[in-house]
């Protein structure tokens, strides 16, 4: 290398075999001369020693440059195998994976149901499938949240209420550290905790209007019904069957079939007849935000369940729970998608007051916060078609942290 063509070398690209030429007076530094042949590592730590942020570079540059091209295909090949992760597809893809985990559970849970009376064993070995399955999930991170799903019915079925109210019943099991023996008695009761209303005429169960009182008598024995059918397979723990006889006892004394209080209540059954009670009132048809159900819980349920277990499950659901519509400090409307860390700015699918420019919307990314609940009827056709706001309310574990 000619004197014209001699380079300044940072000292963090030494390496053994090339020659440099250190620029300082040889009083300075610890070598013979300024002209350094570099043979081992130790030449390489006394001149990073000596404080210089470069030397001249005197032979070797192929070495040089043979270093640097293996140090960008090094970051080339990390690039390639460690791609940047976009947050919006990683959403989706949570999204879509609790959505069809729903579905199928959905469907295993309605198989269980149409094989009890004809096989009682195959219908309780596939329900304890689908319990096995929904502790897995909710197990597999660390902190799961909870996702807004659906079956695309527009009315409540049986078992997908009964998922989702697994669901929230497993999540407040969570919270207050219950064992997972128990968590299973749980889910299977909710799973089969409305099975009883199969023997409730279609015309008194789907009934729009108001009950008469005798149809209302009829409707109040599903849960009788409901435990006779189970419990006579002599399969089912005395634990989940209790769920089924008295997920609707209120801790008043207010409840059926029995009017038991809380204190002959077991804390599951009061579980899930909290998260019962909640996801009822989102198929009622009065109320269709989980937030405006939440507020019937504290203005009409005073007393009916105990404190400690609605703190618990407004504390899962959030501020803005899956499925409750909001308007957002940019006037545009969405309907949240997923709970998350960032409570007051979740996850949303947001559109246009009109309906357009539809996306998935990261909130705390945007600077933009959401300014107040909308109500169904507020909302433009455009909007109302493009979020599905009309589309009924389920739960399922989210597989994000």
């Given at each position: 290398?000619?004197?014209?063509?001699?380079?300044?070398?940072?000292?963090?690209?030494?390496?053994?075999?090339?020659?440099?030429?250190?620029?300082?007076?040889?009083?300075?530094?610890?070598?013979?001369?300024?002209?350094?042949?570099i043979k081992d590592a130790t030449q390489i730590e006394l001149i990073k020693s000596l404080g210089v942020p470069y030397v001249i570079l005197l032979a070797g540059?192929?070495?040089?440059?043979?270093?640097?091209?293996?140090?960008?295909?090094?970051?080339?090949?990390?690039?390639?195998?460690?791609?940047?992760?976009?947050?919006?597809?990683?959403?989706?893809?949570?999204?879509?994976?609790?959505?069809?985990?729903?579905?199928?559970?959905?469907?295993?849970?309605?198989?269980?149901?149409?094989?009890?009376?004809?096989?009682p064993e195959g219908a309780y070995r596939t329900a304890a499938a689908v319990v096995e399955q929904m502790l897995e999930h909710m197990f597999e991170v660390d902190k799961p949240f909870l996702a807004l799903v659906s079956a695309g019915e527009s009315d409540a079925s049986v078992t997908q209420h009964g998922i989702s109210v697994a669901v929230l019943s497993l999540m407040i099991a969570k919270a207050l550290d219950m064992p997972k023996s128990i968590m299973r008695d749980i889910t299977l009761g909710c799973l089969f905790h409305d099975i009883g209303k199969l023997k409730v005429p279609d015309v008194i169960r789907r009934k729009k209007t108001g009950l008469t009182p005798q149809?209302?008598?009829?409707?109040?024995?599903?849960?009788?019904?409901?435990?006779?059918?189970?419990?006579?397979?002599?399969?089912?723990?005395?634990?989940?069957?209790?769920?089924?006889?008295?997920?609707?006892?209120?801790?008043d004394g207010s409840g059926y079939p029995d009017g038991l209080t809380e204190a002959k209540i077991s804390t599951s059954t009061q579980i899930v007849s909290l998260a019962n009670d909640f996801d009822k009132q989102l198929w009622s048809g009065e109320i269709s935000s989980p937030q405006i159900a939440l507020g019937y819980l504290f203005k009409n349920r005073a007393g009916k369940h105990t404190e400690k277990l609605i703190e618990v499950l407004v504390k899962i659901l959030g501020i803005y729970p899956p499925g409750t519509l909001v308007e957002l400090s940019n006037g545009c409307?969405?309907?949240?998608?997923?709970?998350?860390?960032?409570?007051?700015?979740?996850?949303?699918?947001?559109?246009?007051?009109?309906?357009?420019?539809?996306?998935?919307?990261?909130?705390?990314?945007?600077?933009?916060?959401?300014t107040r609940?909308?109500?169904?009827?507020?909302?433009?056709?455009?909007?109302?078609?493009?979020?599905?706001?009309?589309?009924?309310?389920?739960?399922?574990?989210?597989?994000?942290?």
């Open positions: 290398m000619s004197k014209a063509e001699q380079m300044q070398l940072p000292v963090s690209e030494l390496q053994i075999g090339i020659t440099v030429k250190l620029p300082m007076s040889w009083k300075n530094h610890p070598f013979l001369l300024n002209r350094v042949e540059q192929e070495l040089i440059e043979q270093q640097r091209e293996q140090q960008v295909e090094t970051v080339e090949a990390k690039t390639e195998e460690e791609p940047q992760v976009d947050p919006k597809a990683v959403v989706r893809k949570s999204l879509r994976l609790s959505q069809q985990r729903f579905i199928d559970c959905v469907n295993d849970s309605r198989s269980s149901f149409s094989k009890v009376a004809s096989d149809e209302a008598n009829f409707m109040k024995m599903h849960p009788n019904f409901g435990y006779d059918m189970l419990n006579k397979s002599g399969l089912y723990p005395k634990q989940m069957l209790d769920i089924v006889l008295h997920h609707h006892e209120f801790i409307v969405g309907k949240v998608m997923m709970t998350g860390k960032e409570v007051r700015q979740p996850q949303v699918w947001a559109c246009e007051a009109d309906g357009s420019e539809a996306s998935l919307r990261f909130l705390s990314q945007e600077g933009v916060t959401v609940v909308v109500k169904l009827e507020e909302l433009t056709e455009g909007a109302l078609k493009v979020l599905q706001a009309d589309t009924g309310i389920c739960f399922y574990f989210s597989s994000m942290e």
